[in-house]
T-cell receptor, first 111, second 111 residues
Framework: NAGVTQTPKFRILKIGQSMTLQCAQDMNHNYMYWYRQDPGMGLKLIYYSVGAGITDKGEVPNGYNVSRSTTEDFPLRLELAAPSQTSVYFC??????????FGQGTRLTVV | GIQVEQSPPDLILQEGANSTLRCNFSDSVNNLQWFHQNPWGQLINLFYIPSGTKQNGRLSATTVATERYSLLYISSSQTTDSGVYFCAVDRSNFGNEKLTFGTGTRLTIIP
């Protein structure tokens, strides 16, 4: 049982480049989330999804896009990367408002 | 939104010591989780505890929902307990889309 799997683990982007962070879960959870964690801080919600085809903004959505075509996958798209998007990104999933489980994170540096 | 405060911000202890970490929140919650972020950045689920008391080995947690606080107890600390401990709460009845993290307690265990 893999849980929540994120790829890649590390990435360096140049300013203005785009990329997609992948997230997959095998627990059949309906809710999925993307968070970012800046140094020395807690996690902030970027986007979330309550099920396939349904997404909504979190606290810090600017500069990101998401899609949810299947229950298992919830990719996060960065368009026109900026240094302010340097952070660690975590994907999570849960069954409604029960316990949330997190992936191992993607460390992104924009230079 | 809901405010989450954790104390102390930093804690340095000798191996074998016991510790108590506190999480205060500003409103009623339907979800409260404790996480351990290890030195490699991985978020590990410790407890899902919106109310009551749970124990898992050397760790236990108590949430007093009516008084809006939760405590995490670590007994007989080991060096592998080092890292940052986060409390996260959510008021929603449906999903964790408002899962709000505290700023964490950084625990350092000295051999």
């Amino acid at each position: 049982n893999a849980g929540v799997t994120q790829t890649p683990k590390f990435r360096i982007l140049k300013i203005g480049q785009s990329m997609t962070l992948q997230c997959a879960q095998d627990m059949n959870h309906n809710y999925m989330y993307w968070y970012r964690q800046d140094p020395g801080m807690g996690l902030k919600l970027i986007y979330y999804s309550v099920g396939a085809g349904i997404t909504d903004k979190g606290e810090v959505p600017n500069g990101y896009n998401v899609s949810r075509s299947t229950t298992e996958d919830f990719p996060l798209r960065l368009e026109l990367a900026a240094p302010s998007q340097t952070s660690v990104y975590f994907c999570a999933s849960s069954y409604s408002n029960t316990e949330a489980f997190f992936g191992q994170g993607t460390r992104l540096t924009v230079v | 939104g809901i405010q989450v405060e954790q104390s102390p911000p930093d804690l340095i202890l000798q191996e074998g010591a016991n510790s108590t970490l506190r999480c205060n929140f500003s409103d009623s919650v339907n979800n409260l989780q404790w996480f351990h972020q290890n030195p490699w950045g991985q978020l590990i689920n410790l407890f899902y505890i919106p109310s009551g008391t749970k124990q898992n080995g050397r760790l236990s947690a108590t949430t007093v929902a009516t008084e809006r606080y939760s405590l995490l107890y670590i007994s007989s600390s080991q060096t592998t307990d080092s890292g940052v401990y986060f409390c996260a709460v959510d008021r929603s009845n449906f999903g964790n889309e408002k899962l709000t993290f505290g700023t964490g307690t950084r625990l350092t265990i000295i051999p």
